[in-house]
């Protein structure tokens, strides 16, 4: 719960539309309208999120991953994040959620991600990024570099 994760976004479109907002996690950037309710284990964020409409994920920096985004997405929820960093490729606008650089676009993806297709949603996370799947990936980027101590660039 830290400024730059964008708590305040979430916090501001849940505020705008009337809808409940439950953060969870370490920090204390608590913003004025939502309920936190701490850290919590793998178990209970499974089951919030699970059970959630959408998770937000509005950072303000150039997010590397957004572990946040696949663990929703695994739980068929829906995710509405920035439109920068990892999230251009992590969140499949109209597919797993949306990706928002407004508050009106916030506010719009937070009321449309209702039609979109749990399923597909956690189809497509277990499809990219399930361990059956990133495996072979994992496997591929080792194996190049260990063509690093060779011939470098030139390894044929």
């Known amino acids: 719960m830290i400024e730059r994760k964008g708590v305040d976004v979430a916090s501001q479109v849940c505020k705008e539309l009337g809808v409940n907002l439950i953060m969870a996690g370490p920090g204390d950037y608590i913003p004025e309208y939502g309920e936190y309710i701490g850290p919590i284990g793998a178990d ?6 699970g059970g959630a409409i959408a998770t937000f994920a509005p950072t303000k920096y150039i997010e ?18 920035t439109d920068w960093g990892a999230f251009t490729e992590n969140n499949i606008h109209g597919l797993t959620g949306f990706r928002c650089r407004t508050f009106d676009e916030f506010c719009k993806a937070a009321e449309d991600v209702k039609s979109l297709n749990t399923l597909a949603i956690h189809q ?3 499809n990219k990024y399930s361990v059956d799947v990133i495996k072979y990936e994992y496997d591929k980027y080792f194996n190049r570099l260990l063509t690093l101590w060779d011939k470098g660039w030139y390894q044929r």
């Open 44 to 49: 209970k964020r499974a089951e919030l999120m």
């Open 64 to 81: 590397p991953f957004g572990n946040v985004v696949i663990e929703a997405q695994a739980c068929g929820t829906p995710t509405i994040t």
């Open 124 to 126: 497509h996370a277990i």
